[in-house]
Each structure stands twice: as structure tokens, then as C-alpha cells.
């Protein structure tokens, strides 16, 4: 089937959003958007070297509690996402 039948072939009348899908989509972006500062953050891979330099530097006896600051904040991205996608739902009501 050549391009041109399938497009002879779709339905006249596209489907179009409304004004309040288009707001509804706009308040998730607006809401699933980060505030990140790549400067905000520690390499996680050279703070582990680090960190276990200074172990065997410093002959520590307890192995060092390595943090990853770059992991997501799970919790609150459920909160903030559930809440902006659920308005995209037809017919759901917004937080």
C-alpha cells in the first residue's frame, strides 16, 4: 500500500484537543520539569574513588557509607507526577 492510499484512507476529521486538554497537558509539563543544576551534584563514581582512597589512606577499619546523590527522590516524583498525569485522563479531576 503506497503512502497516498493510506492517507486516502484516514478518517476527514482529525481528532483535535480542546482548550482543556491543552491547559492539562501543559500543567504536567510544567509540573514533571526538574529544577537541576549539574553543578548541584557529585560525580558519584569519582566521590566512591575518593572516599575509598581515603579509607585504605587512613587504614579505617569500617568500609565506607558510599551515597549517590544523583539518585531520583522517588516519593515525591510519584506525589508531583500521579498527580499532573492523572489530570491528563479524560474526565479525571486535577489536584
Not at 4 to 20: G, I, K, M, N, Y
Not at 46 to 75: C, K
Request: glycine share 4%.
Amino acid at each position: 500500500m503506497f503512502f497516498s492510499q493510506v492517507l486516502a484512507q484516514r478518517p476527514t476529521p482529525l481528532p483535535r484537543a480542546d482548550e482543556d486538554m491543552v491547559s492539562a497537558a501543559a500543567a504536567a509539563v510544567q509540573a514533571l520539569k526538574v529544577d537541576f543544576q549539574c553543578g548541584d551534584v557529585r560525580n558519584p563514581d569519582l566521590q566512591r574513588h575518593y572516599d575509598m582512597i581515603e579509607w585504605v589512606a587512613l587504614d579505617l577499619s569500617d568500609e565506607p557509607l558510599l551515597t549517590d546523590d544523583t539518585l531520583p527522590d522517588l516519593q515525591g516524583q510519584v506525589c508531583v507526577c500521579g498527580c499532573a498525569l492523572s489530570c491528563l485522563r479524560p474526565g479525571a479531576l486535577c489536584c
